[in-house]
């Protein structure tokens, strides 16, 4: 299998070393930073690298890995969908709306699989939570999810001034880069959204033209209350979600990998550790991928799903005051 990859930077390398552990196929990688294709020249497998994507586009590939900041995604995968080329796009979708409409088009046109990069549905102890609420806690009331960590430390070795994430015209911001809470909320309720109320601003001295805090209340058709907090500016990793319910509660906690279950009927707390590694997400959902590409079947975290999650970020952009 020939896959293209474009977009080297550390999400681009976490993909083509996870590509290349599970033996996908070959591999060529685009990006106008020379620096980031030397580095996947000398520190990882890849075939041919370009500086230009039209240039490696005069071959032919099996399936496109889209990895650049969010404002170039539509228009890349526009390029590889004519090419009848699957696509993998990384999270968010987009930046806006515009074009997305097309790119479904043309997917259903050409009859190919789109899957966006939402990972967290893959972590094992999301998925067991998704699992158990109904078996364990019975009607859902309440989902609160939040995620905080401190910019300069999610990428050591870059500045973090340069990244996408400290760029609201890049599409960056914390809403749209921390839109895994946005996307997994909305999978574990399972239900339309009726009502928002959001706020977000920057709160720090960051050096970034972006909002690096949001709140957000979801009200959905189905009655369930969400609340979604994402930060890029809290020291240390916090990451969580807690789902309320008529039986009982249970909250996932990521860094430790546990699941935490309290039975309200017998008033009693019980700890669940499950084994996990930090890429063990990344690897399944690319495993889920190409079992996607070999079945001709819609992923997990299609382009719909992305879609739907997108306008609710874009949403919470429009209601909240910066």
Request: glycine share 6%; charged share 30%.
């Amino acid at each position: 299998m020939k896959i293209l990859v474009v977009g080297a930077g550390s999400i681009g390398r976490r993909h083509i070393k996870n590509l290349n552990f599970l033996g996908y196929g070959d591999i060529d990688v685009v990006d106008i930073d020379n620096e980031n294709l030397n580095f996947v020249k000398t520190n990882l497998e890849t075939k041919n690298t370009f500086i230009n994507l039209k240039d490696a586009l005069n071959k032919d590939y099996d399936v496109g890995f889209i990895l650049t900041p969010p404002i170039y995604h539509i228009a890349m995968a526009l390029e590889l969908a004519k090419k009848e080329m699957d696509l993998f796009i990384e999270k968010p979708l987009s930046h806006s709306l515009k074009n997305v409409n097309e790119l479904i088009r043309l997917k259903e046109k050409n009859k190919i699989v789109i899957m966006v990069g939402y990972n967290q549905r893959f972590n094992v102890g999301l998925r067991k939570l998704k699992n158990y609420r109904d078996k364990r806690i019975g009607e859902i009331y309440y989902i609160r999810a939040e995620v905080g960590q401190y910019l300069p430390d999610w990428r050591r070795w870059q500045d973090y001034r340069k990244s996408y994430t400290a760029n609201r015209d890049l599409g960056g911001g914390i809403i749209l880069d921390g839109s895994h809470e946005i996307d997994y909320v909305m999978w574990l309720a399972n239900s339309k959204v009726s009502d928002i109320k959001a706020t977000y601003c920057k709160v720090s001295d960051l050096e970034v033209n972006a909002e690096d805090m949001a709140e957000a209340v979801l009200r959905f058709e189905n009655g369930i209350i969400g609340s979604i907090h994402l930060n890029m500016v809290e020291r240390g990793y916090n990451r969580y979600c807690k789902v309320i319910g008529e039986k009982g509660n249970i909250k996932w906690i990521f860094k430790d990998n546990i699941l935490e279950f309290y039975d309200g009927i017998y008033k009693k707390l019980t700890v669940e550790k499950y084994e996990c590694d930090s890429n063990d997400s990344y690897l399944e959902e690319l495993k889920h991928f190409f079992s996607c590409i070999k079945n001709r079947s819609e992923p997990l975290s299609n382009i719909h799903t992305a879609n739907e999650t997108l306008k609710m970020a874009l949403s919470i952009r429009k209601i909240g005051i910066l």
